[in-house]
């Protein structure tokens, strides 16, 4: 071997595949690729349906009076009820982590509980007792106490966090409390509010169930009902206008962002900040924080009890003899495999994301948000047309399909949960392991899950809760002659049947509350209770 | 025990060229320290060696094995390295025995006796049981040396060790790092940007200068006879004048002086630039030598280091002298400057 060269003539050395001898990971790539590939399919098949429809009559479904109108309900229900997610959950946030108030650890628990009550049964909660919850005003207090945790859940994690030295430094610079509040705190938590924030705007783009009891008309509740009525040329011009509006949400969120990192300190000087006072102001935010608990968790649970106790006969009476327990058993079967599948496929993603950063990654791991603000019927519509053209039918009329669909619609969530924990599995702790004799495999094994363990179950809960409260997929991919809580709670409601519905109803609440304590217990973490 | 050995290595991030051409023998069982600004390469160097990365092009040979090479990549888990990151990155979930005993055969990692010793050995017995969150800085540090040394590496890499210590802990711990090795025997390599690091530590020390070694020697040679001026300037306070040299001898600021002739460059007549070390120049309140005025007087106990102003040059450049002792001299007392022994110098061009 020579013991010198040139980079020109060392390239031109036999048996080298390529200048750059450094490997890509391809097997990241490849899977990562395939997961944006499938995550595509609900929009390549509006796509192909409105190329079937032709480009005039999807230009005549889209330009019509209606539109503007189902326009205006759906953006300024967006707007608000992300605006008030973001002060609610933020304030709970600062006010759990950073002051005195008075029990906070039971209130951080709690905070987070209305996260597994599903959309639709808070507002059959509110508008069950009283009438006047519907229309626009109804949706934005329904919408807003059932998602305000996906803000509260990340901007928790990250005042947890955040260097309390900032906070400090910028008080002995002479900014005083709010000052440093707004400058400093805020600043802290910018990316946390505004990874809620898109949570919230896509969720609520694609929120059914809930509007539809409350009578409040947006595209989803317009789509499903046009799928319904198998006018699938006006639901696919109507999605297409949704989709754009979930891109626009997007590059908001990306401006917002912007390109501001936080700078940390390493993980293990993490020092803990003494709580600022509240003072006489204690108790008017505790009592905010409990008339909050109460109108997000006591409504919904007390109705359900409500109408258990004091119920009207049963409208429904003999054939629909099924049965709570196995509903309950079919909701969680088919939501823990969709958490496990979602977590398993936003492994790479998240990987690719956090160790391998770039431009065209980047993109392919936030287009993969777009799928959160699709309603769960086009998805399974995009499903079923796909299995039936491509693959004879395979897996049609099984929990299988309704499985994927689940990973599909939530896999964002799960992305969310797995790159926070692959954060806490840096690099460098890879690298040592695999200088100590360590093959990759070994490494995964022993490091990196054993430090993303508790955020990968974060992910699985996440998907699972999601999937439990899920209305609109389910009723359309369901096996033949199975229901799951969701669905015939839909029955029973939708007949008026209050007092069978609510059975179901608090079972879907007991079984979505275990995940959604694991989830704030995660979130609350330090990075000390590792040990 | 193995030598490491290194040639015409490269290594570009996009169009970023980092490493240009290294060259680089380290002996068995030296203890060799790569210097170099930040951002010159060094630690890219480590991570090459490492296996972390790969090279685009060049060679490196640990023992008789390539280990990267152009056909050649054998991983970072078959190279028997010991690799000591700069945060010491010590894996939070287990404790400082399963830290320590974590590149063994699950066999030796039971029971915990060698984890033990290797602690024993880095004076931390008794504390295999606590989880790394509840050790010093310079605790880690130590867990993170034991931990790479239990493997019992051909060769140990060590990556700035000891910059996140506090100045009195660092000293005590780079002595005792330095007395783990030699017992040992082990071949180390320590990267630094810490000149005094690198010079009271190492055998040997590697100058990295624009991804190139500038110049690899033991200590002393490194700081008395430097390759270039530039060096002269980056190991250690230098005073560089202008000056001409004539058989033997320079003519300078601060007079005529004899020449070195051992230095690396071979010097005989004309423009030259020479180096004077500040502690090579004495001052004295008699008539004898340069006079001048002191412009600054900084005090740090063991020495003093002043600036003097000479008075034929009041806009000139400025010469930093170093003294032991002596009274104190406060800005614009009177001084003369007169140089001890020959001088080094390189031509000028």
Redesign the interface.
């Known amino acids: 071997?020579?013991?010198?060269?040139?980079?020109a003539d060392?390239?031109d050395?036999?048996?080298?595949p390529s200048?750059?001898?450094?490997?890509r990971p391809v097997a990241l790539l490849t899977g990562s690729y395939l997961v944006a590939a499938v995550l595509a399919l609900p929009l390549v098949f509006l796509l192909i349906e409105a190329r079937g429809a032709g480009a005039s009559a999807v230009a005549h479904l889209i330009f019509r009076p209606l539109t503007g109108t189902l326009l205006w309900n759906t953006v300024r229900l967006t707007v608000v009820v992300t605006a008030a997610c973001a002060v609610i959950g933020t304030l709970a946030a600062w006010c759990v982590e950073r002051t005195d108030l008075p029990g906070r650890r039971a209130l951080a628990v709690l905070v987070v509980v209305p996260l597994a009550i599903p959309d639709f049964v808070v507002s059959f909660g509110w508008n069950s007792l009283w009438i006047w919850a519907q229309g626009f005003r109804g949706a934005v207090i329904v919408m807003t106490l059932a998602v305000y945790p996906l803000v509260y859940l990340p901007v928790a994690a990250s005042l947890r966090s955040a260097d309390p030295g900032q906070e400090e430094v910028a008080r002995a610079l002479g900014s005083g409390r709010v000052r440093t509040f707004v400058r400093i705190t805020l600043g802290q938590a910018r990316g946390a509010i505004a990874g809620g924030c898109l949570l919230v705007a896509l969720v609520l783009l694609a929120e059914y169930g809930a509007f539809e009891i409350l009578g409040y008309q947006t595209f989803t509740t317009e789509i499903f009902y046009e799928f319904h009525s198998y006018s699938f040329s006006a639901s696919c011009a109507l999605s297409l206008v949704l989709v754009l509006l979930g891109m626009l949400v997007l590059a908001a969120d990306g401006l917002v962002r912007g390109r501001g990192r936080v700078a940390r300190s390493?993980?293990?000087t993490q020092r803990v900040s003494p709580p600022q006072r509240l003072g006489q102001a204690r108790w008017p935010v505790l009592a905010a924080f409990i008339a909050l608990i109460l109108l997000a968790l006591g409504v919904p649970v007390g109705a359900a009890i409500y109408w258990i106790v004091d119920g009207l006969p049963p409208v429904l009476s003999g054939g629909a003899n099924v049965s709570l327990l196995d509903a309950a058993g079919h909701t969680t079967a088919y939501s823990a495999a969709a958490g496990l599948l979602a977590t398993v496929m936003s492994f790479p993603v998240a990987m690719l994301a956090i160790r391998h950063s770039g431009r065209m990654r980047h993109l392919l791991e936030r287009s993969t948000y777009l799928v959160l603000g699709m309603p769960g019927v086009v998805i399974a519509f995009a499903l079923s047309y796909f299995t039936e053209r491509y693959a004879a039918g395979f897996g049609y009329g099984t929990s299988m399909l309704l499985i994927a669909c689940y990973a599909i619609m939530f896999f964002p969530l799960a992305l969310v949960g797995v790159k926070a924990s692959l954060a806490r599995a840096?690099v460098?702790?890879d690298?040592?392991?695999?200088?100590?004799?360590?093959?990759r495999l070994a490494v995964l094994g022993?490091?990196t899950l054993?430090?993303a363990g508790p955020g990968l179950v974060a992910a699985f809960c996440l998907v699972f809760l999601s999937a439990v409260t899920e209305l609109t997929a389910t009723l359309l991919l369901i096996p033949t002659g199975t229901q799951t809580l969701a669905t015939q709670f839909w029955v029973y409601e939708t007949n008026l049947s209050y007092s069978q519905a609510a059975p179901f109803a608090l079972v879907m609440i007991i079984v979505a509350t275990l995940p959604s304590i694991v989830l704030g217990r995660f979130f609350n973490r330090t990075?000390?209770a590792?040990? | 025990m193995r030598d490491v050995s290194v040639t015409g290595l490269y290594k570009a991030f996009g169009t970023h060229l980092v490493l240009a051409g290294v060259d680089l023998e380290v002996p068995a069982g030296s203890l060799t320290a790569i210097l170099g600004p930040s951002g010159s390469g060094k630690t890219t160097l480590l991570r090459l060696m490492a296996g972390f990365e790969r090279a685009d092009a060049g060679t490196i040979t640990i023992g008789d094995t390539v280990v990267d090479g152009p056909v050649v990549y054998v991983p970072p888990e078959r190279r028997r390295i010991g690799y000591v990151p700069q945060e010491g990155s010590l894996f939070p979930h287990l404790t400082v025995q399963a830290n320590v005993g974590f590149g063994l055969p699950a066999r030796e990692r039971r029971g915990g006796a060698k984890a033990a010793g290797l602690l024993e050995l880095v004076g931390l017995d008794g504390l295999g049981q606590r989880y790394p969150h509840e050790l010093s800085g310079g605790q880690q540090q130590r867990v993170a040396l034991a931990r790479a040394l239990a493997i019992e590496p051909a060769v140990v890499l060590l990556d700035e060790p000891f910059a996140s210590l506090d100045a009195h802990l660092r000293a005590s711990v780079r002595a005792d790092v330095q007395e783990i090795f030699r017992r040992a025997g082990t071949t180390a390599i320590l990267v630094t940007h810490d000149q005094d690091e690198a010079l009271s530590t190492a055998d040997r020390v590697a100058v990295l200068r624009d991804g190139k070694i500038a110049q690899y020697a033991v200590p002393e040679d490194l700081y008395d006879r430097p390759a270039d001026a530039d060096l002269a300037g980056f190991i250690g306070d230098a005073n560089l004048l202008e000056g001409v040299a004539s058989a033997g001898a320079v003519k300078t600021r601060l007079g005529r002086l004899p020449l070195d002739g051992s230095g690396p460059v071979p010097v005989h007549e004309g423009q030259v630039t020479v180096l004077i070390r500040p502690e090579q120049i004495e001052l004295g309140p008699g008539e004898d030598g340069v006079p001048g005025r002191v412009t600054s007087y900084r005090y740090h106990g063991h020495d003093a280091v002043l600036r003097v102003q000479p008075e034929d040059d009041t806009a000139g450049q400025q010469i930093t002298v170093r003294v032991v002792g002596g009274p104190h001299l406060p800005p614009g007392s009177p001084v003369t400057l007169r140089v001890r022994g020959p001088v080094l110098a390189w031509p000028r061009d």
Do not use: N
């Open positions: 071997m020579a013991a010198t060269g040139t980079l060392r390239q050395a036999p048996g080298r200048p750059q001898r450094t490997r390493g993980p293990l840096p460098s702790l690298e040592v392991a695999r200088s100590l004799g360590q093959r022993r490091v054993r430090l990075a000390q590792q040990g």
